[in-house]
């Protein structure tokens, strides 16, 4: 897991990451707080919007799989900047250890769901006609725990990601020290 936070000299000689690495960032930053929005409305109503929302929720979500093993794949073979060496320990330690927890939980949460719709035995529909082969046996049991875990971790996940728009913030707007440029782009 240490690769994740490593630095790789490709980006470091920019200080920033590559233009994909940013890509894939911002595509999976707009899907994930779209899931998280959509995951919300489907458990709030019992109306035709049900339906509508679950059928986006799930080819999202396996969407969002497929992007994450790609970011992982990327981030692996290109690294990551450096962080300031100004930057405090314990603070770089928060850094380091908050995005192997985001990456646990962008991979961790789609499987679940997948899982759960599994364990339920209802199937993980990408669209008209093509169904995604159950990942767990039917288990009313399973799809009861596996749901308590995707509605928990998704209340962790939207926690995270309030936390790194803070630090994300804090970089740019106190420290001004060019750790928000290097995914956003721009001067640092």
């Known amino acids: 897991m ?7 000299a490709v980006s470091v000689a920019t200080g920033r990451f590559t233009p994909l690495q940013r890509l894939l960032h911002w595509l999976m930053a707009i899907g994930i707080l779209s899931m998280l929005f959509i995951g919300v409305g489907m458990v709030s109503t019992v109306s035709q919007a049900h339906l509508t929302l ?3 929720h799930k080819p999202l979500g396996i969407a969002l799989l497929l992007l994450v093993i790609l970011r992982v794949g990327v981030r692996l073979s290109r690294g990551a900047p ?11 330690l928060a850094a380091r250890l908050s995005h192997v927890v985001l990456y646990a939980l ?5 499987l679940i769901g ?3 719709l599994s364990a339920a035995d209802y199937p993980v529909t990408l669209w008209s006609g093509f169904n995604l082969p159950p990942i ?6 399973l799809h ?3 749901w308590n875990a995707h509605r928990t971790l998704a209340f962790v996940l939207f926690a995270l990601v309030l936390l790194h728009l803070a630090a994300a913030l804090f970089h740019a707007l106190v420290r001004r020290d060019g750790v928000f440029q290097q995914m956003a782009g721009g001067r640092s």
């Open 136 to 141: 767990v046996s039917p288990s009313r049991e």
């Open 82 to 92: 450096a962080l300031p060496a100004d930057l405090p320990e314990p603070m770089k």
């Open 54 to 56: 679950v059928s986006i």
């Open 2 to 8: 240490s690769a994740i936070a490593e630095p790789n």
């Open 114 to 116: 997948w899982a759960m």
């Open 106 to 110: 962008m991979i961790a949460m789609p």
């Open 144 to 146: 009861a725990a596996l």
